[in-house]
């Protein structure tokens, strides 16, 4: 294939890439207008977390049996699968009649984007010889700083002038553009030894995950662990869990492969990314809420405040980058995560009257440090692993900081919200029986109450309790990313003296850390 043939390639796959990442982030702007009973469906802290922990949910446990489906019945078939998925997935979104549907929605968006990224991957390895496939991964994943940026900008700017199910419908152009340019330049490659199908693993991993993770979340409603309907599903779960690792470790081709959390780096660098996407996915959600609802700011004006932070993780990606070359990985990725964590603790000092820079700056600096510890950990991670084991490691890699990301809605959801509800509850005492229900939900719900009632000094009361909330939810965020540092601290400690890069057990090419399985040879073309 000719230069130009392969730069139209990589045009439409980064193009359609960016629709993953916007959806990562779009929804976030829109969560205070779907809660606000008056505006939106008067969803639930609960059902929120469910809006945005099904996509991730069916986004991490779908990404095997996508990559399984696509060596078997071509690459570009399986992506363009997914983009029609998540195209019409995106219509049900926008037009959702009540909080069961836009969830409904919201997962199958998260198996679209799914079905999306290993093909994209896969078919950058057979469309670009080797040595001119690092570089092309390398425009491919920049995307993913593109996407998170445009997202609150987009959102912000819907959402202010339309309804909040507008934020949806802006996929739709990146699709049809997506599939016309993927009819007019991508090829439709196969693996000529095609993996098996993982039904059963696809089925213990979600069921595990989804049992979990509403546990957790009823945890946060009910603020009761003694009840069945809490620790039930947990323990049931953590079960399930336990079995399908148990499963894929004895199959003799597992879509997850156990075996490579063997390596003490790559179960080190794994859990702390997991931590880090636990944290991250945990301040998105509460930080939303904080800026519209707290401080009443307008959805593009939340848009823009959040954009020193994703400015920051592009550039703390190729700063990363370098000076792990130079320190080591343990010094420069767990520095990074320490300073995330402190990130964390400042969000402590903020009330509903704190100058919004001080916001974009606490921001930018976590943002960096983001960027500053995601890069090298995930090319050290892969590094340690062998040249034929550096696609499973990508795709557990993958998987393992969306499994972050859902349980970080789940866990840090619940804590914000109990810690509310119990703050809120002594406001609440003197209100009839009916307003007191109406208003305990979330700080949304208690906004509602208040101006039908012509209570101001209620929605006062409904802000600190919220702000107080917010600060209980860092700081539990800031425990995990800290202990997330430590982990890379130590895993990753300097062996070979001063500026050797921790992590080296083999020695990498540039780009291995993201080749997917597909991108070796052994394709066969379509």
């Known amino acids: 294939m000719n230069l130009l043939r392969q730069r139209r390639v990589l045009s439409v796959l980064v193009f359609a890439a960016v629709l993953i990442w916007i959806d990562t982030t779009i ?121 998170v ?38 090829p439709n490659p196969k693996l000529a030894q095609r993996r098996r199908p993982d039904p059963i693993g696809l089925l213990l ?84 809420f904080y800026l519209q609802g707290a401080r009443g700011m307008s959805a593009l004006a939340t848009g823009l405040a959040f954009l020193p932070g994703a400015l920051g993780v592009a550039i703390g990606s190729g700063l990363g980058a370098r000076l792990a070359r130079r320190f080591g990985v343990g010094l420069v990725s767990g520095g990074g995560l320490l300073v995330v964590a402190a990130a964390f603790l400042a969000n402590l000092a903020f009330d509903v009257d704190t100058p919004l820079v001080w916001f974009c700056a606490v921001g930018l600096v976590s943002g960096t440090a983001m960027g500053m ?12 692993l062998p040249l034929d084991r550096m696609g499973a490691g990508s795709a557990v890699n993958n998987s393992v900081r969306q499994v972050g990301s859902v349980l970080g809605i789940a866990l840090l959801g619940a804590v914000l919200t109990t810690t509310y509800r119990d703050r809120i509850a002594p406001a609440l005492a003197g209100l009839p029986p009916a307003a ?18 012509h209570r101001p000094d209620l929605t006062e009361r409904a802000n600190d309790a919220f702000v107080a909330a917010m600060h209980t939810t860092a700081a539990t965020a800031a425990l995990v990313a800290f202990l997330g540092a430590v ?32 991108a070796k040879a052994g394709f066969s073309r379509a």
Not at 80 to 108: E, K, P, Q
Not at 373 to 384: D, E, G, K, L, W
Not at 491 to 514: I, L, M, N
């Open 487 to 518: 982990l890379l601290l130590l895993a990753f400690r300097a062996r070979h003296g001063h500026g050797a890069p921790a992590g080296r057990e083999r020695q990498s090419q540039p780009g291995d850390e993201q080749r997917q399985p597909g």
């Open 27 to 147: 929804l976030g702007i829109a969560l205070e207008r779907i809660a606000d009973p008056r505006t939106g469906l008067g969803a639930t802290p609960g059902q929120l977390q469910w809006a945005v922990g099904s996509y991730a949910l069916l986004f991490a446990t779908a990404l095997f049996a996508a990559g399984a489906l696509g060596d078997r019945y071509g690459h570009r078939t399986i992506l363009v699968l997914g983009l029609l998925g998540f195209g019409a997935a995106s219509v049900w979104a926008a037009w959702a009649g009540d909080a069961t549907g836009l969830i409904l929605a919201r997962g199958l968006m998260g198996l679209g984007g799914a079905m999306m990224m290993p093909t994209s991957m896969a078919i950058i390895g057979a469309t670009f010889p080797p040595e001119r496939r690092a570089g092309a991964i390398a425009v491919w994943s920049a995307s993913s700083g593109v996407g």
């Open 205 to 288: 991993s979600t069921a595990g995950l989804a049992s979990l993770a509403y546990g957790l979340i009823e945890a946060g409603q009910d603020t009761d662990w003694a009840r069945v309907r809490v620790w039930g599903p947990v323990l049931l779960g953590l079960a399930l869990l336990a079995l399908f690792t148990v499963f894929e470790w004895r199959a003799p081709e597992p879509s997850f492969d156990p075996r490579l959390f063997r390596s003490g780096r790559f179960s080190a660098g794994n859990v702390a990314l997991a931590a880090l996407f636990f944290a991250i996915t945990g301040q998105m959600f509460y930080g939303n």
């Open 436 to 453: 007191r229900d109406a208003a305990a939900p979330s700080a949304e719900h208690t906004r509602a109450v208040a101006d039908a009632l």
């Open 373 to 384: 510890t995601i890069a090298p950990t995930v090319a050290a991670v892969i590094a340690v």
């Open 149 to 186: 940026a445009l997202g609150p900008l987009l959102g912000g700017v819907l959402v202010d002038h339309f309804w909040w199910g507008s934020v949806f419908l802006v996929n739709l152009p990146v699709v049809a553009l997506a599939l016309a340019g993927i009819a007019w330049a991508v």
